[in-house]
C-alpha cells in the first residue's frame, strides 16, 4: 500500500470513528469513567505512531514548520474538547451519573472538523505535509480526551457516582 492509499485508509477509518463517537455522545447514557479515556489514549498512541511514519517515510526531519502546526492544530482540539465538554448536560438517574451531549455539543463537533480540516490545508501549504496528512487520530485522540476530563471533573463535582464500568462487572 503506498502513502497516499493509507492516508486515505486512515481518513476514511477517523470518519467511520467520529460518526459513531458523535452519536453515541448525543444519546443518554451513563458515564463510566473508563470509557471516557480508554478510546482517546489508542488514538493519541495510534496518531504518535501515524506521525512518526509518516515523517520516517517522506525521509525528512520533523522541521519547525511541523512542530509549529501540530502546536495549533493541539491547541485548537484542546479548545474545542473544552467547548464540547462543558456542553454536554450530566444529571443523575438510578443513583448514577449520566451524560447527553446537546446542540451545543454537536456545533462543537463541526466547528472542530472544519477548523481541523482549514489547519490541515494550511499546514500542507506551509510545508508541514506530515502533520496535514498524519496527525488526524492524534488531533482526535486529544480532542476527546480532553472533552473526558472536562466530563469526569465536572462529574466529581457533581457528587453523583459513575456508573460501574459494564465489562468489569463481576456475574456471580
Same mark, same amino acid.
Given at each position: 500500500?503506498?502513502l ?13 470513528l467520529?460518526v ?6 448525543? !444519546?443518554?447514557? =451513563?458515564?463510566?469513567? #473508563?470509557q471516557?479515556f ?5 488514538l493519541v498512541?495510534?496518531?504518535?505512531? %501515524?506521525?512518526? %511514519? @509518516?515523517?520516517?517515510? %517522506?525521509?525528512?526531519?520533523? /522541521?519547525? %514548520?511541523?512542530?509549529t502546526w501540530?502546536?495549533?492544530d493541539?491547541? @485548537?482540539?484542546?479548545?474545542f474538547g473544552?467547548i464540547?465538554?462543558? /456542553?454536554?448536560r450530566l444529571y =443523575? ?5 449520566? !451524560?447527553k451531549?446537546?446542540?451545543v455539543t454537536?456545533?462543537g463537533?463541526?466547528?472542530s472538523f472544519?477548523?481541523r480540516g482549514g ?10 505535509k506530515?502533520?496535514?496528512?498524519s496527525?488526524?487520530?492524534?488531533s482526535?485522540?486529544?480532542? +476527546?480526551?480532553?472533552?473526558g476530563?472536562?466530563v469526569? +471533573?465536572?462529574? +466529581?463535582r457533581e457528587?453523583? =457516582?459513575?456508573?460501574a464500568?459494564p #465489562?468489569?462487572? !463481576?456475574?456471580w
Amino acid at each position: 500500500m503506498n502513502l497516499g492509499t493509507t492516508n486515505a485508509l486512515n481518513y476514511l477509518v477517523i470518519a467511520a470513528l467520529a460518526v459513531w463517537v458523535v452519536t453515541r455522545q448525543l !444519546r443518554a447514557r =451513563p458515564v463510566v469513567a #473508563r470509557q471516557l479515556f480508554v478510546l482517546p489514549v489508542i488514538l493519541v498512541v495510534l496518531g504518535i505512531g %501515524s506521525l512518526n %511514519s @509518516a515523517v520516517s517515510k %517522506s525521509g525528512a526531519h520533523f /522541521s519547525t %514548520s511541523d512542530a509549529t502546526w501540530l502546536a495549533i492544530d493541539l491547541a @485548537a482540539t484542546i479548545v474545542f474538547g473544552v467547548i464540547r465538554g462543558t /456542553s454536554i448536560r450530566l444529571y =443523575p438517574e438510578g443513583g448514577v451519573l449520566w !451524560r447527553k451531549g446537546t446542540l451545543v455539543t454537536l456545533a462543537g463537533w463541526v466547528l472542530s472538523f472544519a477548523v481541523r480540516g482549514g489547519i490541515g490545508v494550511l499546514a500542507s501549504d506551509h510545508g508541514a505535509k506530515a502533520v496535514a496528512s498524519s496527525a488526524l487520530a492524534l488531533s482526535f485522540g486529544v480532542s +476527546l480526551a480532553v472533552q473526558g476530563a472536562v466530563v469526569y +471533573l465536572r462529574g +466529581l463535582r457533581e457528587g453523583t =457516582p459513575f456508573a460501574a464500568d459494564p #465489562r468489569r462487572a !463481576r456475574a456471580w
